[in-house]
């Protein structure tokens, strides 16, 4: 399973399953950003900092250092809004998915879905602790 991508979200559903959220990081300025569809929202480690505190300089992706767990523990928090589930499975998300994203193709962005975060999910667990497509 492949979580780089220089394709928008625009594809993504106004539903409110979580399976449709899609995040999409890029750099702006240098700067580490990464916005939820649908709507645009901006992902701030604020939340995942009241958890662990492993970057409060923020984000980061593409290896397995401090920036990277602050967003897979982010990642998983907003998605799950379970703090348990994301205390329990960051570090095996950061080292499994976004250690491995990048930025890619001409709008160099990457792109992660809740599918593509439940399919990670059940991979570290023996059972879906996400919602699922049935």
Known sequence: MSWTS???????SHTSDKTDVVYVGYRQRGRA????YPGREPLTPDRSLDLANHSPS??????????????????LLDYTDDEDVALAEYM?????????????GPEQRWRLTGCEI??????????????SVN
């Open 58 to 75: 923020g984000f980061e992706w593409g290896y397995t250092g401090s920036g990277p767990a602050q967003l897979a523990l982010a990642l």
């Open 92 to 104: 095996a998300f950061k080292n499994e998915v976004v250690s491995r994203l990048e930025c890619s």
């Open 6 to 12: 220089d394709s928008h979200p625009s594809g993504a």
């Open 118 to 131: 439940d399919a990670a999910l059940r991979e570290t667990v023996d059972e879906p602790v996400a919602p």
């Open 33 to 36: 950003i990464i916005e939820k």
